[in-house]
């Protein structure tokens, strides 16, 4: 087991896994220890450091609980011991990333061959995954020991730096040397390393560059003139340059400034190119051709230049870049005006230009025979632009970049392809703090966090939520995070007063595709979801399937939705807002209708899963036959994974519907949905839909008609133990049912009063009350209902230990229940069953029936329901059996489904009580 500290705080299994430390005073504690592993760290030390600075008087007692749970955590290799005045973690250092750092810098100061040194250093340069300490839980200790872990990693940096210049590879370094001189723009040991290493690559130019913006800065801010180091390597530099030779066609954009992320497409870039070998070398056996994809603004040209830049001396015969300009305003350059200008980039004279494409090509193709040249192609339309630009002979390297997939390339070209995604939290961080500044940032981290994900890790989103800030400084980050967390402005706020927006990237990129699918991205726009499947895009856009699929296969050939599953395809929000904001310009009709279509989707969509998972319960049908038909549930478990999938969109379209007026299709979908919400185990977003759906129903004076939505908002109180609003909202149900639906809803109210009485109060009190809901259930004639009130008699037998009488109800209700498989009551009936055999000291029949719950469970797509009980049920057998370790696993694992839940019934409360009392 390792603790990582170079970088967001972890503890990670010999294998990999990242194992949960706690909150934050417990992950300040591991970091406190582990940053003076093998020495005693005294208590008040931790106390100071853990509560920054002003422990509370209960710290003492809290300090000792995250000992005790982090020796838990912790394998053989890091031992947690108690020392007087406090605690020593003991551990091989090279376990704590730290001490790893500063013993492999130890040992490469100590190692005068360059060669051996190299890989200690490369080593202890990698094992940095971001800012130190971050997320250790202390500000105290972050701003005590984060700043000198730093300093190591630097110090590592530079004398690599050293060593590779030494080796005439300083070339491989220039990354992260550029990386760290913008985190450390004063530090002149370092930037004179990375203007050397600039120029060991071959580019002088930004070396200088490089010299005078050092050079302004430290006047600015220090008043003082760079230092001798940095002279002498300039005069280097110049003195070089003056003696080398005219270069080859050297015609590739500016590498961007700022740089982030990207090692691992870096990498692949290099692997798939032949160049991640030994400096200067390139693939010589067979022309590559490479294809980058991505959506707008995901950082594909910035990516391509970084990795041509980085090896250009991989190219020795020239570099060339063209802007196919296939999403621009203006019209895509033709493959003859693209083959004009490679030529004219080869050398060739105006007035030697061929006019027409078959000579432009061979003409071409004549002047690469035999040479290394790598060729950047930007912004291809489609594969035909792409075709005649390739070469022929080997040795070349093509690298096309897209917004398109361009699956023609892979299939008539042989490409090989590359589909960028948005840049992870830290990267992202980086590249925001690249240009607003760090500092700025880390001053109000939450707020910049929070304008990183609402920019989705979209390089241009993310240099544009970063201009602002920086042409703004009297801004807090603060400021921005609230104007972005509002959709309605959102788009807007990224665009700056040029041209440059994401907006319009992506604009420009729907109108490069056919009519059919710009008019499903702008209907899409309607969809609340970011979740869309083939069927109901169909019936948005009153299309068949056929018809949805080839446009929805457009849009993701475009990026402009990502496919998660067959059929299935998910949108950024970024890309959502601006369908929304398209769709805002269709006419109000054509939006109503797509809306309408889209309700009356969902309705037979739930209407489907709800007859599968209770058959006699009453369900709203769409009032028309939805385009894209209803999904093919085979099983009511098919139906609850749909159902689980799809939530957020039901939810969403509820409180739309209510938005324009429509609230009646709402409420009968929250009718439809109700036992799909019970069984799937999602009660908050069930309380919500009901409570939305009835808030609408009672502002539009029709609330009276809807009895059932009454229950279901009840149904989801109850789950959510706010028991005294479920029985108000279970009686305000009875008083508007009308004479069809009383009797059902009558049973469920005395059937909620009497098993809340039975879980909260004196159970035997709930007694007669279950006797009454047995009688009527009787009386109505129903079995199921019958069913449920014999369980819940049998129940409230069992916990005023009445056993040997809950025997017959129970084996009544399950005989009710017979041939009835994926009926939901069976599962309860079950557990209910296997608690009274347990109390009858029938233990191995208890046990098979838990197991058949869990069955059961499964079956029916209802696990998380049936792991809880299945969990707690068999804790409760292990602690009986003298079993405590198994017994404290599994009642732990309860609670764990019960938190994934937001369960907080009396059943849990249970779990909890058993825990604390028998492992105090």
């Avoid at 209803?630 to 519907?657: M, N, Q």
């Amino acid at each position: 087991m390792r603790i990582l500290l170079l970088g967001p705080l972890e503890l990670r299994t010999p294998g990999g896994t990242t194992v949960h430390i706690g909150g934050a005073r417990r992950r300040a504690v591991l970091t406190a220890l582990a940053l003076d592993a093998n020495r005693v760290v005294p208590v008040e030390r931790l106390l100071d450091l853990a509560w920054d600075h002003a422990p509370p008087p209960t710290a003492r007692a809290a300090l000792q609980g995250h000992i005790a749970k982090l020796r838990t955590l912790l394998d053989d290799d890091l031992l947690l011991e108690t020392r007087a005045p406090g605690y020593v973690l003991r551990a091989d250092p090279d376990l704590i990333d730290a001490h790893r750092l500063s013993r492999l810098l130890d040992r490469a100061r100590a190692e005068p061959v360059d060669e051996t040194a190299v890989p200690l250093l490369r080593e202890a340069v990698a094992l940095r995954r971001g800012p130190a300490l971050d997320g250790c839980g202390s500000t105290a200790l972050r701003d005590g020991a984060a700043a000198r872990l730093e300093t190591l990693r630097v110090e590592a940096l530079e004398q690599l730096a050293e060593r590779l210049l030494r080796t005439g590879q300083g070339e491989t370094l220039t990354a992260a040397l550029t990386e760290a001189v913008a985190e450390h723009s004063l530090r002149e040991s370092l930037i004179r390393l990375a203007m050397l290493c600039l120029h060991q690559e071959g580019r002088p130019a930004e070396a200088v560059a490089l010299f005078e913006a050092t050079r302004r800065r430290l006047a600015e801010e220090t008043g003082i003139d760079p230092g001798t180091g940095l002279r002498e390597a300039l005069d280097r530099i110049r003195s070089d340059a003056a003696a080398r030779p005219p270069a080859a066609p050297a015609r590739l954009p500016r590498e961007p400034g700022r740089f982030v992320g990207r090692e691992v497409e870096l990498a692949w870039l290099g692997e798939q190119s032949g160049t991640r070998g030994s400096p200067g070398t390139a693939a010589g056996g067979d022309r590559r051709l490479l294809l980058v994809t991505g959506p707008a603004g995901v950082g594909k040209t910035a990516l391509v230049l970084r990795w041509a830049h980085r090896n250009a001396a991989a190219f020795p015969d020239g570099r060339i870049g063209v802007n196919l300009r296939g999403f621009d305003e203006t019209e895509p350059l033709s493959p003859e005006q693209a083959l004009a200008e490679l030529l004219r980039a080869l050398g060739t004279e105006d007035a030697a230009i061929p006019a027409h494409r078959e000579e432009l090509t061979e003409a071409y193709r004549t002047l690469l025979a035999g040479r290394r040249v790598l060729l950047v192609l930007e912004n291809a339309r489609d594969t035909e632009q792409v075709l005649p630009l390739l070469p022929t002979e080997p040795g070349c390297v093509v690298v096309v970049t897209s917004r398109h997939r361009l699956t023609g390339l892979l299939e008539v070209g042989g490409a090989r392809a590359l589909s960028l995604e948005s840049l992870d939290a830290q990267e992202a961080f980086g590249v925001l703090a690249g240009v607003t500044g760090r500092p700025r940032l880390e001053a109000e981290r939450e707020a910049a966090e929070r304008v990183v994900e609402l920019c989705e890790g979209l390089p241009l989103a993310l240099r544009i939520a970063g201009s602002r800030l920086a042409t703004r400084p009297h801004w807090r980050v603060a400021t921005l995070a609230g104007e972005l967390s509002d959709e309605r402005s959102r788009l807007a706020a990224l665009a700056t007063q040029g041209a440059l927006s994401v907006a319009a990237a992506l604009e420009l990129t729907v109108r490069t595709l056919p009519e059919p699918a710009v008019e499903l991205f702008r209907l899409l726009g309607v969809h609340p979801g970011q979740q869309v499947d083939t069927a109901a895009a169909a019936s948005l856009a009153g299309t068949d399937r056929r018809a949805a699929a080839a446009s929805l296969e457009l849009l993701h050939l475009a990026h402009l939705i990502e496919e998660s599953a067959p059929g299935r395809f998910e949108r950024h929000d970024l890309i959502r807002l601006h369908a929304r904001h398209a769709a805002e310009e269709l006419p109000a009709a054509t939006r109503a209708a797509a809306l309408t279509r889209l309700v009356d989707h969902y309705l037979a969509a739930t209407a489907a899963g709800l007859v599968l998972a209770r058959p006699d319960a009453r369900h709203h049908r769409a009032a028309h036959r939805p385009t894209g038909g209803a999904p093919g549930f085979g099983t009511s478990a098919d139906a609850l994974a749909w159902f689980r999938t799809e939530e957020p969109t039901v939810r969403a379209l509820i409180s739309l519907a209510h938005r324009w007026g429509a609230h009646e299709h709402g409420c009968r979908m929250v009718e439809n949905a109700g036992y799909l919400y019970l069984d799937a185990g999602l009660f908050h977003a069930w309380e919500e839909a009901a409570r939305q759906a009835l808030t609408a129903a009672e502002a539009a004076g029709t609330a009276s008609n809807w009895p059932h939505l009454y229950s279901n908002h009840s149904l989801s109180l109850g789950w959510l133990g706010r028991r005294s609003e479920a029985l108000e909202q279970s009686e305000r149900a009875v008083a508007v049912a009308d004479p069809e639906s009383l009797p059902v809803l009558r049973h469920r109210y005395l059937s909620m009063r009497t098993s809340f009485a039975d879980d909260y109060s004196e159970p035997g009190r709930a007694l007669e009350g279950i006797t009454e809901t047995v009688a009527h259930a009787r009386a109505h004639g129903d079995p199921r209902l019958l069913s449920q009130a014999l369980n819940n008699l049998a129940h409230a037998l069992f916990r005023v230990d009445r056993a040997a009488e809950a025997l017959d109800p129970i084996e009544e209700s399950l005989a009710l229940l017979a041939g009835r498989e994926s009926d939901p009551y069976l599962v309860i009936s079950t557990k209910t069953h296997a608690q009274v055999l347990r109390a009858l000291g029938r233990s191995d029949e208890a046990v098979a029936q838990i197991h058949r719950v869990l069955e059961l469970g499964r079956a029916q797509g209802n696990q998380a329901h049936a792991e809880f009980d299945f969990a707690d049920f068999i804790g409760q057998v292990m602690y009986d059996r003298g079993l405590r370790a198994e017994a404290r696993r599994h009642w732990e694992r309860a609670l764990e489904l019960a938190a994934e839940q937001g369960r907080v019934t009396r059943q849990v409360e249970r779990v909890q009580t058993r825990l604390a009392r028998c492992f105090p």
